[in-house]
């Protein structure tokens, strides 16, 4: 649905890394806060494209010409794609590091070939309910065949519950390098600097949090740092 870039990963493991962006269309999930809910919802259904590896390709080297050796695959959810592995080859093929960005509902073999995989479970605020036997099956899949140094997983938090739900998500995972990540409550605000303050203000609470427990002593928490820059703007 996007071809965007180069623009910086605004979030997690690689945060700041200059990378073109690909987002597809589709998703199995549908968070209540969602800020790219236009893949799923049908508001964007006009941007769906139907492209094989070597147009995506093309497109990304007319935007980005040489400026680039990251592309990260988000949507939506990518891992609804199982032919998604050509185009993760043809990117390997030109030396380009693959992430990819994923809630972990569904596996695919070529989630093998990803050089940076985040794994995003939904926290209860999302209305989501996470299937902790099909993550398990994933986290194993990636252990199984030595990928779990590729992985991290990135929770949102909003609110108390969420937070009691990352713990248990660190708990259960202790091997994978652990994420918080600041909700954006204000998906459709244009007003950036009320938005910045506010997120400042939740980035302040989340910190406090995680400064005074003892379980969460080996996590990091982020923001979101694309919207401190570009607030709810889309295609950066
Ligand atoms: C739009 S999703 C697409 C990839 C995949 N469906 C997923 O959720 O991991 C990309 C990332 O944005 C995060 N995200 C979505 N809406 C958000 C919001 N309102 N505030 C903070 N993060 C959000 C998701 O949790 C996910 O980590
Ligand atoms: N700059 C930037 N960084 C991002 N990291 C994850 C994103 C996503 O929507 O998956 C995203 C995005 O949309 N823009
Ligand atoms: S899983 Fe990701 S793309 Fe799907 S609804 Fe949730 S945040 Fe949006
Ligand atoms: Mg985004």
Redesign the pocket.
């Known amino acids: 649905m996007e071809i965007f870039g180069p623009?910086?990963?605004?979030?997690g493991m690689v945060i700041g890394q200059k990378t073109m962006?690909v987002r597809t269309a589709g998703c199995d999930y549908s968070c209540a806060w969602c800020d790219?809910s236009f893949t799923w919802d049908g508001s964007g259904k006009d941007l769906v494209r139907q492209m094989d590896a070597d147009e995506i390709w093309s497109e990304m080297r007319a935007l980005g010409g040489d400026g680039f050796s990251y592309v990260?695959i988000?949507g939506g959810n990518p891992a609804l794609l199982k032919n998604l592995s050509g185009l993760v080859e043809l990117l390997k093929e030109n030396e380009v590091s693959v992430c990819l960005?994923t809630q972990g509902s569904k596996w695919q073999d070529w989630f093998l070939k990803i050089d940076v995989l985040t794994l995003s479970p939904k926290p209860p605020s999302s209305g989501m309910k996470t299937n902790f036997e099909v993550l398990d099956q994933i986290v194993y899949g990636l252990k199984e065949n030595g990928s779990l140094k590729n992985a991290s997983l990135k929770i949102v938090v909003f609110d108390e519950v969420d937070y009691e739900y990352a713990k248990l998500v660190h708990q259960r995972y202790p091997e994978l390098p652990f994420f918080l990540q600041v909700g954006n409550d204000d998906i459709e605000t244009e007003d950036q600097m009320n938005l910045m303050s506010s997120l400042v203000d939740k980035y302040e609470w989340l910190i406090n949090k995680v400064m005074c427990d003892v379980e969460m002593n080996n996590v990091r928490v982020l923001p979101q740092l694309?919207v401190y820059v570009w607030g709810n703007k889309r295609g950066?």
Not at 7 to 11: F, K, M
Request: hydrophobic content about 25%; charged content about 15%; overall charge negative.
């Open positions: 623009t910086i990963q605004g979030e962006f790219s990260t988000s960005e694309h950066v």
